[in-house]
């Protein structure tokens, strides 16, 4: 079974930059994208961004394009989410995920197909 620990949320002012970091352990993954989402209070979960198990392909919500950076530490177990330019709009929990993909080069935007997820960590943006 893989456990996945988000942390580096916090409150910060519109601009501001954040890193997420997502550690897994358990299972060693094998053909796993990884996915951050969010979920803001009152609406549904939605992508953020995504990196395939291949590495190299990388996809991003147009929301967030331009302005997130996802990338993987494989020494370390560790994915992160490097945000810039937050905007109050990001304000929401945001969870990691992982999930078997048919081929190394997928990422899925799908929430439902990650099968593992971490606790979530609370980002608030204020204006």
């Known amino acids: 079974q893989l456990q996945l620990v988000e942390s580096g949320g916090g409150l910060v002012q519109a601009g501001d930059s954040l890193r997420l970091s997502c550690v897994a352990s358990?299972?060693?993954?094998?053909?796993?994208?990884v996915g951050w989402f969010r979920q803001a209070t009152g609406k549904e979960r939605e992508f953020v961004a995504g990196l395939s198990w291949s590495g190299t392909r990388l996809d991003y919500a147009d929301s967030v394009k331009g302005r997130f950076i996802i990338s993987r530490d494989d020494a370390k177990n560790t994915v992160y989410l490097q945000m810039n330019s937050l905007k109050p709009e990001d304000t929401a929990v945001y969870f990691c995920?992982?999930?078997?993909?048919?081929?190394?080069?997928?990422?899925?935007?799908?929430?439902?197909?990650?099968?593992?997820w971490g606790q979530g960590t609370q980002v608030t943006v204020s204006s």
């Open positions: 995920a992982l999930g078997w993909q048919r081929s190394p080069w997928d990422v899925s935007r799908r929430a439902d197909e990650y099968d593992s």
């Open positions: 358990g299972r060693t993954p094998s053909n796993d994208a």
